[in-house]
Structure formats: C-alpha cells, structure tokens
C-alpha cells in the first residue's frame, strides 16, 4: 500500500513538489529565527532572563558544556540507560509474552495482578527503586525496562493469542503439523505484533530513563535539568531541555525507520488480553 | 453407486452448538463426484455450502454419516487436497514467493526445487515480477492468483473451491474462471466449486448440484456445454439460458429467506 502511494506521488507533477517542500521548509525556518527572536527580545525585559533566560545565554551555556566535555558525558549515560532498558525490557516482554500468551488459564489467572501492575505510574516506582537498586545506573535501567516491558509483553500476548485461525486452518491444509503451525504461523504473527510493541516502546524507554534521573542522580541528562534547576540556572535548565528533545527527535526518526522496515508485513494484533 | 466416484458422502448430517441451541446444518446429504469432473455446488447462503465443503476438506467430522476420498474415510486434512477459501489465507509476513514455496516447504522439498516450481507457477498465474511483493501490496485479483498458485504447487489431486472468486469485480472474475478452466483443462484433477452464483456455476461445470436448506439437494443436472469453453462466449449460448432457466426454477422453489442472520 505504502509503496504504491509513494510511486504515485513520486510522479506527479514534481516540480511542484518540490517547490511546495521549499516553501514549507522556509517557513519552518522563519518561524523558528521568528521565535528565537521574539525569545531574544522578551529576555531584555527586566529580570525577564530568571524565567525564560535567552537563547545567546543557553547557546553559550551548551557550547560551554560541549567544550568541557559534560554534554557527551551526561548523554552518554542517558543514552546507556535508554538502550540498556529498553533492550532488557524488549526481550522480557517478548519472553514473557511467549511463556504466558499461549497458556489461556494462566494468563487468565494473572490477568488482574498484570493489569494492576501495569497500572501504577512508573513515575511511583522509582523511590521503590532507589531503595533496591541504589541510586546508580541500575535503578534507571530498571525504570526504563519497566516500562518498556509492559508495552511489548502485551503486545506479545497479543500477537500469540489473536492469530487469525483461517491462517492456522490453511497451514494445517497444506499437511503442516501442530510444530509448523506454531513456527510458521503463531511465531511470526506474535514476532511481528511483538515488533509494533518495541516500536510505541521506543520513546518510553527514554522517558523511564529521564524520570529515574530526574528523581535521584548525579548524572545524565535527567540530573543536568534538575541540577540546573535547583540552582535557578534557567539558561542550563533550557540547555539540558534542548539536548533532550535532540535525543528523542532521534529516538522517533528510529520509531520511523522501524516502521518503515517493517510496515510491508508487520501485523498489528488486537490489544485484549482476552480476545473472546 | 457408479464405480468411478473419488469422492463419496453418505447420509452426512452436521449439527452446530451456538450458544446451547442446536443448529442442523445439512441433514442426509448424499453425493458422489466422479473422479477427474469439475463439480459445481449452488445455493443460497446458509445452506451448508461451505459446511460441506469443510467436511470433504477434512477440517470438521459429520455429527454423522461419512465421508470418503479415494475409498478411505477422511478424518484430517490431506496432502493430495487443495482447498480454496473464499478469503485470502496468504501469510502477511511472507512474499508472494515464500507463501507459494509454503506447500512444498511442509513437505520439505529442498529448496532450489520448491523455488523453481514456485517460479514457475507465479508465472502460469501472471503474476511475474510480483514475486517480492507482501500480500499486504496485492490487489484482490493478484492475491487470489497468489491463492491459486499455492494452491497448485502442491498439485492436488482434488480442489476444493469456496466461491474464491466472489470478491472480485465482474471482469476480473471471468478472467480468473477462464484461467481456471485453462490450468484444469487436461489436468485430470477433481475440482468441486462451491459458489452462489448460477452463471458461474453452469460456466464452468460439467455438473451442477443445487443445495436448498439444509443441503438438500433439489437439482442435479449434467452440464452437456462443450470444452474447452470460453466462460464469457458460453453465456451467450442458448442452451446455457435453458440451462440457467430450469436451475433457478429449482433455486427458486425451494428458497425461503431465512430470519435474520445470527
């Protein structure tokens, strides 16, 4: 569907296409100078710089933290988190969502205490965390893997639970036995629904990141914010804020390329945990 | 009981549990089809059609009576069965190639064999240069000649079509019934096609069974056209009219529209 799409637009009227893309990324450009500007401006007011600093402040505070070194540092350690968690969350989700999507009664079983579970705000957890885990890397981690593991664990179920059984039907037709269904048909169509989990998941995996940083650390990004905050360093506070939305502009154009890769066949299952 | 039959139903009775209620969906149904003849099963929706065809399929038993292939009782799905549903059963995460090798693959021929025949057939079917295209990528029409040539790879002896080509727009359809015709013409194969469309029904077989309620069957014609026939040439037939007057006189009669649909 997407590639007919793509064809079509790709030949019509080009020319005009590509003005149009021209005039929208001007735009975009004058609308930022446009702001920063106005921004500049609104910081000449008197004490106006307390709340809203200005942009040649913050453009000075992050050329600063990038020639001593403490952006890469502090991302670094935000970026590890980020990955570490959302990697362990991703293969727990999937993990569990294999062991317990296929058995009804289980999961029927669990269902409550899962939903329940799943429904605390992460946010909550953390102090649990800080008394487990301490107040290192690890208590993010495990705060980014919390989050990342629900999202991918009921995407999973899903996926095992909700496979078309006109599909089952067809391969059992063609002679495949129970072992071929399950590796040709349930397998795949979980993996595949497991994959549209890890995709919403993405940009989560930051937040569980950023959140556990926020709350107790002496490092990242998450830290740089309140740090900077808590000594009414408003041009630092917006430095940090910048570089974080930098992080997860990257995060989401991951969240695209995923997508693209796999919107040719990827299934996106029904989210019940209870399909009947 | 003529000796050539390779499928035989006897006395089959279905009886469907929805819900506490009861639901008899064929009650005495008997039929032979002859080896080697293309079959066309007709009624309205609701008569059991699909429910029979299952059954010869192999994927639900009779509550009673029987069933047999080639002599033997069916009780599971079998190897020399193609079966053709009405919807598209392609596997979204495979490409048209991976989802025709799929016969073959169950069947574990080694893999530059089932990708040659695979070839092969992508192209008997038209669909040439597709090969890498996901389900998800296919018109209607491209995605049951996907269906048919899985349905080929495998070259079964009997087919078994659930009205395949009903989705599709009027042109395409008779495209697709004249390919039929073409790849069985000669084939020697067993084809029963269950559809609710008479005119297809008298186009393409050499006999026509029309189920009233329940599976009855209240007309079973031969079909005397000549083959090999050109499905949209053989409408303008008289005898195809004739033909098509006394078997929807037979619908006709016995059709009573059910309540509504549960």
């Known amino acids: 569907m997407s590639a007919a799409t793509v064809t079509v637009?790709?030949?019509q009227g080009k020319p005009r296409d590509a003005a149009r893309r021209l005039r929208i990324y001007g735009w975009r450009l004058a609308l930022f100078v446009a702001g920063i500007a106005v921004w500049q401006a609104a910081s000449l007011l008197k004490g106006a710089t307390f709340y809203i600093s200005s942009p040649s402040a913050i453009w000075a505070r992050e050329t600063q933290w990038f020639a001593d070194g403490t952006l890469l540092f502090h991302t670094t350690i935000t970026i590890e988190e980020t990955v570490a968690g959302f990697a362990l969350g991703a293969v727990a989700g999937i993990a569990a969502g294999f062991v317990i999507g296929p058995q009804r009664d289980v999961g029927e079983v669990l269902d409550p205490f899962i939903i329940a579970l799943y429904s605390i705000p992460k946010v909550a957890l953390a102090p649990l965390f800080i008394v487990w885990f301490g107040i290192g890397i690890w208590m993010k981690i495990i705060l980014a893997m919390v989050t990342v593991f629900f999202i991918v664990f009921f995407n999973t179920v899903a996926g095992v639970r909700n496979v078309d059984p006109d599909l089952v039907n067809a391969v059992w037709l063609m002679g495949g036995s129970s072992r071929e269904i399950l590796f040709k048909v349930i397998v795949p169509h979980a993996l595949s629904a497991a994959i549209t989990g890890v995709r919403i998941a993405i940009p989560y995996a930051l937040i569980g990141a950023i959140v556990g940083e926020l709350i107790a650390s002496n490092r990242g990004i998450g830290y740089l914010v309140s740090s900077a905050a808590s000594q009414f360093d408003t041009a630092g506070v917006f430095a940090a804020l910048i570089v974080l939305t930098v992080l997860a502009t990257v995060l989401n154009s991951l969240v695209n390329v995923v997508d693209q890769r796999t919107s040719r066949w990827r299934v996106d299952a029904d989210l019940s945990l209870r399909p009947n | 009981m003529s000796t050539n039959a390779l499928?035989?139903?006897?006395?089959?009775?279905?009886?469907?549990?929805?819900?506490?209620?009861?639901?008899?969906?064929?009650?005495?149904?008997?039929?032979?089809?002859?080896s080697g003849s293309f079959v066309c099963i007709v009624g309205p929706s609701g008569c059991g059609k699909s429910t029979l065809l299952n059954m010869i399929a192999g994927l639900?038993?009779?509550?009673?009576?029987?069933?047999?292939?080639?002599?033997?009782?069916?009780?599971?799905?079998?190897?020399?069965?193609?079966?053709?549903?009405?919807?598209?059963?392609?596997?979204?995460?495979?490409?048209?190639?991976r989802n025709v090798e799929m016969p073959l693959e169950i069947r574990k021929v080694p893999t530059a064999e089932r990708v040659r025949k695979a070839r092969d057939l992508i192209e008997v079917v038209g669909l040439r240069g597709r090969e890498r295209a996901y389900p998800r990528e296919l018109s209607g029409g491209?995605?049951?000649?996907?269906?048919?040539?899985?349905?080929?790879?495998?070259?079964?002896?009997?087919?078994?079509?659930?009205?395949?080509?009903?989705?599709?727009?009027?042109?395409?359809?008779?495209?697709?019934?004249?390919?039929?015709?073409?790849?069985?013409?000669?084939?020697?194969?067993?084809?029963?096609?269950?559809?609710?469309?008479?005119?297809?029904?008298?186009?393409?077989?050499?006999?026509?069974?029309?189920?009233?309620e329940r599976g009855r069957i209240v007309r079973d014609e031969q079909i005397g056209l000549e083959r090999p026939r050109d499905v949209v040439a053989i409408r303008r037939r008289p005898e195809f009219h004739a033909i098509e007057a006394r078997l929807w006189d037979a619908l006709a009669a016995h059709y009573r529209p059910e309540p509504a649909p549960s």
């Open chain 2, 7 to 34: 499928v035989r139903i006897e006395a089959v009775r279905r009886v469907f549990f929805r819900r506490d209620t009861e639901q008899l969906a064929l009650d005495a149904v008997s039929l032979e089809i002859a």
């Open chain 2, 60 to 97: 639900i038993a009779p509550t009673s009576g029987r069933i047999t292939n080639a002599g033997t009782l069916v009780d599971g799905p079998r190897l020399n069965v193609g079966y053709l549903t009405q919807k598209d059963t392609l596997l979204p995460w495979r490409d048209v190639l």
């Open chain 1, 9 to 11: 637009s790709a030949s």
């Open chain 2, 142 to 212: 491209m995605a049951r000649r996907a269906s048919l040539a899985r349905l080929l790879i495998a070259d079964p002896d009997l087919l078994l079509l659930d009205e395949p080509f009903s989705a599709l727009d009027a042109q395409l359809r008779q495209e697709m019934q004249n390919e039929l015709l073409r790849l069985w013409g000669g084939s020697g194969k067993t084809v029963i096609f269950v559809t609710h469309d008479l005119e297809e029904a008298i186009a393409l077989g050499d006999r026509v069974v029309v189920l009233g």
